[in-house]
């Protein structure tokens, strides 16, 4: 079976930061690209930073580029996201998220095949 497991969001101040974890499991973790989107209510997902395991290429989405960083630890099976000066802004429910590397699909959500829980993070002013 299949798993993502996010964990690490929490209440942070602004310019503070967090390490979200997404634990994986059922999947041969090396053939597969994981991405990080994040979601506020009435908004559409939004693409956040991506690992895309055909050449090895990690992309960020504009708004955290130089703020956020992906990495990724293949004996834990687990993809972390450092976020560093966090901003108010970057409230939302962050979502990891995995596809084939086969499938280049950037941060087009509903191309990515499986899907964590989810955590919140929430950064106050």
């Known amino acids: 079976e299949v798993q993502l497991q996010a964990s690490g969001g929490g209440l942070v101040q602004a310019g503070g930061s967090l390490r979200l974890s997404c634990a994986t499991s059922?999947?041969?973790?090396?053939?597969?690209?994981i991405a990080w989107f994040r979601q506020v209510p009435g908004k559409d997902r939004e693409g956040v930073s991506r690992f895309w395991s055909a050449d090895g290429s990690t992309d960020y989405a504009d708004s955290v580029r130089g703020r956020f960083t992906l990495s990724r630890d293949s004996a834990e099976r687990t993809v972390y996201l450092q976020m560093n000066s966090l901003k108010p802004e970057d409230t939302a429910v962050y979502y990891c998220?995995?596809?084939?590397?086969?499938?280049?699909?950037?941060?087009?959500?509903?191309?990515?095949?499986?899907w964590g829980q989810g955590t919140l993070v929430t950064v106050s002013s």
């Open positions: 059922g999947f041969s973790f090396d053939d597969y690209s």
């Open positions: 998220a995995a596809v084939h590397w086969a499938f280049d699909a950037a941060f087009r959500s509903d191309e990515y095949k499986y």
